[in-house]
């Protein structure tokens, strides 16, 4: 099982956890948090959803580069929307989701903490979009949510260098709201605040504050996934990927 819902009263505690691979979404791990997120989001004794990895060293260290290194671009765009539809889940579901970020964030691991309400590290959390050394750029909704949450200075300059946070830099480029160990005690801290308010209030007050994301998000993310299909395609993106799995650097070609 590599997905686990724990119920604490009214919060549900979602742990991923595929430790040998730093908790990296294979096919299988992505499709039982897609499902399980779709329950929890019409599940009215689920109050706050807390999202979080297994062990001590990663919340998600990505998408599993071994699989995708696989994949035709056919397969990629159906991976793709995957990745978007758990984001999605998060960001809209009529209740609020924390991230309780453990350790590694980095490129769908950072996506899907950016799709949470809130985001809280430990103190050796390193988050960042590093898809640019795999030759491709961020396609679960990095590319949208991280200009939004950070500011697209910040952002241009993380996706472009594709360099990771530590948990101080992090909180100071407004990334995670606060630090603390451990994380997923803070995280259900705050859970149970929240889980005792107004459940009415609290989802109205979610649905209007994601209206500051505009009508153009849907689309910003729907572009995100298509360009990504193409560039996958791409000899730079198989090279990168492949570098990865054979522990190499990468040598890019521009095409
Ligand atoms: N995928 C697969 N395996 C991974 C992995 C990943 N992302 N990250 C780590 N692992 C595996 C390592 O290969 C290693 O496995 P073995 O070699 O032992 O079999 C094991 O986890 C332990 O990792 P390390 O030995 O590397 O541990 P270190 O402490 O030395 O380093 C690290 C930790 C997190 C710095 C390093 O593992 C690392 O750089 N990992 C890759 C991080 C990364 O680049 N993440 C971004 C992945 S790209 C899409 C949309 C979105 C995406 C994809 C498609 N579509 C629209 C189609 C998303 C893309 C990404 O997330």
């Given at each position: 099982?590599?997905?686990?819902?724990?119920?604490?009263?009214?919060?549900?505690?979602?742990?991923?956890?595929?430790?040998?691979?730093?908790?990296?979404?294979?096919?299988?791990?992505?499709?039982?948090?897609?499902?399980?997120?779709?329950?929890?989001?019409?599940?009215?004794?689920?109050?706050?959803?807390?999202?979080?990895?297994?062990?001590?060293?990663?919340?998600?260290?990505?998408?599993?580069?071994?699989?995708?290194?696989?994949?035709?671009?056919?397969?990629?765009?159906?991976?793709?929307?995957?990745?978007?539809?758990?984001?999605?889940?998060?960001?809209?579901?009529?209740?609020?989701?924390?991230?309780?970020?453990?350790?590694?964030?980095?490129?769908?691991?950072?996506?899907?903490?950016?799709a949470c309400d809130i985001r809280y590290a430990s103190s050796r959390a390193k988050l960042g979009q590093p898809e640019i050394?795999?030759?491709?750029?961020?396609?679960?909704?990095?590319?949208?949510?991280?200009?939004?949450?950070?500011?697209?200075?910040?952002?241009?300059?993380?996706?472009?260098?594709?360099?990771?946070?530590?948990?101080?830099?992090?909180?100071?480029?407004?990334?995670?709201?606060?630090?603390?160990?451990?994380?997923?005690?803070?995280?259900?801290?705050?859970?149970?605040?929240?889980?005792?308010?107004?459940?009415?209030?609290?989802?109205?007050?979610?649905?209007?504050?994601?209206?500051?994301?505009?009508?153009?998000?849907?689309?910003?993310?729907?572009?995100?996934?298509?360009?990504?299909?193409?560039?996958?395609?791409?000899?730079?993106?198989?090279?990168?990927?492949?570098?990865?799995?054979?522990?190499?650097?990468?040598?890019?070609?521009?095409?």
């Amino acid at each position: 099982m590599s997905i686990d819902v724990a119920r604490d009263g009214a919060v549900a505690v979602v742990t991923i956890d595929r430790q040998d691979a730093l908790n990296a979404l294979n096919v299988e791990t992505l499709t039982e948090l897609r499902d399980r997120l779709r329950e929890l989001a019409v599940d009215d004794e689920a109050r706050v959803v807390v999202l979080t990895g297994a062990g001590e060293k990663a919340f998600v260290a990505g998408a599993d580069i071994k699989y995708m290194s696989s994949l035709d671009a056919g397969q990629a765009k159906g991976w793709g929307a995957l990745g978007h539809e758990a984001g999605r889940l998060l960001e809209t579901m009529p209740k609020p989701t924390i991230a309780a970020v453990n350790g590694f964030a980095l490129g769908g691991g950072c996506e899907l903490a950016l799709a949470c309400d809130i985001r809280y590290a430990s103190s050796r959390a390193k988050l960042g979009q590093p898809e640019i050394n795999l030759g491709i750029v961020p396609g679960w909704g990095g590319t949208q949510r991280l200009a939004r949450v950070c500011g697209i200075g910040i952002a241009k300059e993380l996706i472009f260098t594709g360099r990771t946070v530590d948990a101080e830099e992090a909180l100071r480029i407004g990334l995670v709201n606060a630090i603390a160990d451990p994380v997923l005690e803070k995280a259900l801290e705050t859970a149970h605040e929240l889980a005792a308010k107004s459940r009415l209030a609290l989802s109205l007050a979610k649905e209007l504050c994601n209206l500051t994301l505009g009508v153009e998000h849907a689309g910003g993310l729907e572009s995100e996934a298509e360009q990504f299909g193409a560039l996958f395609s791409s000899e730079d993106a198989k090279e990168g990927l492949t570098a990865f799995v054979e522990k190499r650097a990468p040598s890019f070609v521009g095409r």
